[in-house]
């Protein structure tokens, strides 16, 4: 077990068995953010913060693209059951404690988005020998550079003046999601010979 | 690897040393992890010092909070670790950040510490400070932990220090982009958002107290250091030739020197604070001399002061 992609191939590119494990998790967990902001997406924007969800909709969806395209897919017979169990967690669940249902949905929205953005970190696997231009390591370091970007409309929501009543409430959904993501994303790793060195 | 716990979150702690021996802990700068006090460990504990370092919350294997770290609970992980030490002299010295979590440990638990060595810090934001701190969260925000990084290597280190390591930044890089994560540097950056000034409360703090202070700091210039020596009764300033706001990174085995001596000064009651300066050696083992009489230790030229 290693903390990072490896063996590497003769033109230091991450193996296609780790590439379709690690590829297969985040189109599954962004193209869930995808579908559920398209979900909350009106048609015509009516409010600013719209005009941002709108973006988060289309990163999502970039992040979806670009990594079928960059993957070298081959067949995961894991995959079939690791994807069921994977989709089950995403689904939304209101945050317990905020009687308002829609800021409680939006506030569950929130907490998983901010906890893929925050947490799973793909380009932190790639050791310094990687092929820089090569797609799928490329697609990493753009999909871990662009969350950190896009968990800020979450850090914002979450620590906004409409959820500061809740900040407990909140606090505790969000170490619960980032806790719960953690670990599927360590399993996931882990089938594939990838230790995660901070999840005891 | 030892953890302590704080309510539902892990801090990650180390121990070297002889367990009866006086105790130094040390406290991270903001980017940084326990590992860059390496240096430290072995030369204290080669001079009879045990060494507590940890990782604060946010920081490297500690937990990393999801959504808001306050400082109140970083002085309390702090006062874990201290407990764990026993009854022995204990002397407290961190970096910048650490710095100031240090002094609030001084502030709120000075009973407990037989010195402290802030080093490169502040109680309290000038105006100065406070917009580079907003630049720098800007800058994490929309450019992640690499060009908070790009933007802090040559504010805090010396031509002489990066000349050698220009072409392998990256590797210098690295270990912390990898161990700190965009939302923890940015929780621990944002615990400012309701930072009250120390220094009301500098002059509660009873120790002997050795302030250090790079000649060329930016980020943390003299005045800020100054406002730490004036308040806090028993202390002196030190400043280090040469160095930058990073010195601990640059001049270890000169830093890790004065500690020692600080620690020892204090035990043999040889320590007199009474708010003096004096400039460090260039080398370790070299003679602390006095700031020279008549000028100012504010100014970058020769300016003959003014007496308060």
Same mark, same amino acid.
């Given at each position: 077990m290693s903390e990072f992609f490896g063996p590497l191939d003769s033109e230091c590119r991450v193996p296609p068995r780790q590439q379709t494990r690690v590829a297969a998790f985040l189109i599954s967990a962004h193209g869930a953010l995808a579908r559920q902001f398209a979900f909350t997406l009106p048609m015509k924007l009516e409010s600013a913060w719209q005009t941002e969800l709108n973006a988060q909709y289309h990163r999502e969806s970039e992040i979806v693209s670009v990594l079928l395209r960059a993957t070298t897919w081959v067949p995961d017979l894991a995959l079939s059951y690791m994807a069921a169990s994977w989709e089950t967690v995403w689904f939304p669940t209101p945050t317990e404690g905020i009687a308002d249902r829609t800021l409680a949905t939006a506030a569950s929205l929130a907490t998983l988005a901010h906890a893929v953005h925050a947490s799973i970190r793909p380009a932190a696997l790639l050791p310094v020998e990687a092929n820089a231009s090569d797609p799928f390591v490329m697609a990493l370091r753009r999909i871990e550079f662009e969350s950190s970007r896009l968990m800020q409309a979450q850090i914002l929501f979450l620590k906004g003046p409409e959820l500061a009543p809740y900040r407990n409430a909140v606090s505790a959904a969000l170490e619960r999601r980032h806790a719960e993501i953690g670990k599927l994303w360590a399993e996931a790793l882990e089938g594939v010979g990838i230790a995660m060195p901070r999840v005891q | 690897m030892p953890f302590l716990r704080h309510g539902s979150y892990r801090i990650r702690y180390e121990l070297d040393g002889p367990a009866n021996a006086p105790t130094y802990v040390l406290v991270n700068g903001l980017t940084q992890y326990a590992e860059l006090w390496a240096a430290y460990r072995e030369a204290l504990v080669a001079r009879q010092f045990r060494v507590a370092t940890f990782d604060l919350l946010g920081q490297g294997t500690s937990d990393k909070p999801a959504l808001f770290i306050s400082q109140d609970d970083q002085v309390a992980a702090l006062d874990l670790l201290i407990g764990e030490l026993g009854d022995g002299p204990v002397f407290l010295s961190g970096i910048s950040f650490g710095g100031l979590i240090a002094l609030?440990?001084?502030?709120?638990?000075?009973?407990?510490?037989?010195?402290?060595? @802030?080093?490169s810090c502040f109680a309290e934001l000038s105006p100065q400070l406070l917009l580079l701190g907003n630049a720098m969260r800007t800058g994490l925000i929309l450019g992640g932990t690499g060009y908070l990084q790009d933007l802090l290597l040559p504010m805090n280190l010396s031509d002489q220090w990066l000349k050698p390591l220009l072409d392998k930044l990256d590797s210098v890089k690295r270990q912390g982009w990898l161990v700190n994560d965009v939302y923890a540097l940015q929780n621990l950056m944002e615990s400012f958002l309701d930072f009250e000034p120390l220094t009301p409360q500098l002059a509660s703090i009873g120790v002997p107290t050795m302030i250090l202070n790079g000649e060329f700091d930016f980020l943390t210039p003299r005045a800020l250091h100054e406002t730490l020596r004036v308040q806090i009764p028993d202390s002196s300033l030190v400043i280090i030739p040469r160095a930058y706001h990073a010195f601990t990174l640059e001049k270890p085995a000169l830093t890790a020197d004065l500690l020692a001596r600080f620690a020892e000064d204090v035990l043999a009651g040889r320590w007199q604070g009474n708010k003096t300066v004096w400039i460090?050696?260039?080398?370790?083992?070299?003679?602390?001399? @006095?700031? @020279?009489?008549?000028?100012?230790h504010l100014r970058a030229i020769p300016t003959q002061g003014t007496n308060p």
């Open positions: - | 609030r440990y001084a502030i709120t638990h000075g009973k407990r510490l037989s010195g402290l060595v @802030p080093m460090a050696p260039e080398e370790a083992g070299g003679a602390l001399v @006095p700031f @020279p009489a008549g000028y100012d």
